[in-house]
């Protein structure tokens, strides 16, 4: 069971007992709880959770589980705990992702943020963005548990270098800017501004300097070819996605990270290709202007599930 299945059970039951009776949400709940055997699970998990949860400690419940919206950042976390000691053996081997769940700065699912640093340095917090900030007297390091980030590091006076852990690695400044996403199995830098030194976690030794306008992906064993930095590839800070001769498959991925639910796009379209500026901050209008360029219709089932179909 991973951590993602885990946590979208968690956010559907706080979604689905939120103290509002919406029939699309439900609706798109059961289709997500169909879609897998191992929604079907994470959902019994849930299930027994109810159950238990009288055994929870005064101290550590919330007021309910149908807590308001500005409770549900916790609402989640604690559900997250209470589902990894279902498993223990699970949260033993997935011990990074479970951190992610109780980091100390987080975004949701449709939200952006900025976060000063007590250096000065700025971050911008991309969309389901966790991770933890710890300054001590040798080194200013971040550890980005997932998400996408981009950092304005200042010059630190003590000389200090900022240095942002991922599963993959580290990245290294002394100041510039640059932004970091982790992937599936890697993580990708792009500078911006300055320089900064890229490690593998597997390869310590192995350094690569990356400069302004220069991006690479790299793994726990592995970096990548360096190539140029896309322009507009932080335009997420704006609420927009900049794409230049992308796949439509691709794209409705990359637009379904800023929009509750479920996104989907029929196999036999997802080789078109899509290029252009698109809203983030309103995925519908996003959505609207494709049937305006592309062979295609948009479907919704719910406002939660949305299909791109062949027109």
């Avoid at 309910?64 to 976390?77: N, T």
Wanted: proline share 4%; with cysteine.
């Amino acid at each position: 069971m991973d951590l993602k299945t885990l946590e979208a059970a968690a956010t559907w039951y706080v979604q689905l007992n939120d103290g509002s009776v919406c029939p699309a949400r439900t609706q798109a709940w059961q289709h997500w709880l169909a879609a897998s055997p191992q929604h079907a699970e994470a959902w019994t998990r849930v299930e027994k959770l109810q159950q238990q949860w009288a055994r929870v400690p005064r101290q550590a419940a919330l007021s309910s589980l149908g807590a308001a919206q500005a409770q549900r950042r916790d609402v989640l976390k604690l559900l997250g705990m209470l589902l990894a000691v279902g498993g223990g053996s699970w949260m033993l081997a997935e011990q990074a992702p479970y951190r992610a769940m109780l980091a100390e700065q987080r975004t949701g699912s449709r939200e952006r943020r900025s976060l000063q640093l007590a250096d000065g340095s700025q971050l911008q917090l991309n969309v389901d963005t966790a991770l933890d900030v710890r300054y001590d007297a040798q080194l200013r390091a971040i550890e980005l548990y997932r998400g996408e980030i981009l950092v304005n590091a200042a010059i630190d006076p003590q000389q200090r270098p900022l240095v942002v852990h991922t599963d993959d690695g580290s990245v290294q400044t002394m100041g510039g800017e640059f932004s970091l996403r982790t992937l599936s199995g890697q993580t990708r830098v792009g500078v911006l501004q300055a320089a900064v030194d890229v490690r593998p976690q597997h390869h310590v030794d192995r350094l690569l300097s990356l400069q302004a306008g220069q991006q690479v992906s790299f793994a726990r064993d592995s970096i990548d070819s360096v190539r140029a930095l896309p322009p507009d590839s932080t335009a997420w800070q704006q609420g927009m996605l900049s794409v230049n001769d992308w796949r439509l498959g691709e794209f409705i991925e990359e637009l379904g990270r800023y929009r509750p639910g479920i996104l989907r796009c029929a196999p036999s379209i997802r080789a078109l290709s899509i290029s252009g500026s698109f809203s983030i901050d309103d995925t519908n209008i996003a959505l609207a202007n494709l049937n305006k360029t592309l062979p295609v219709r948009v479907r919704y089932l719910s406002q939660y599930w949305v299909s791109v179909e062949p027109a």
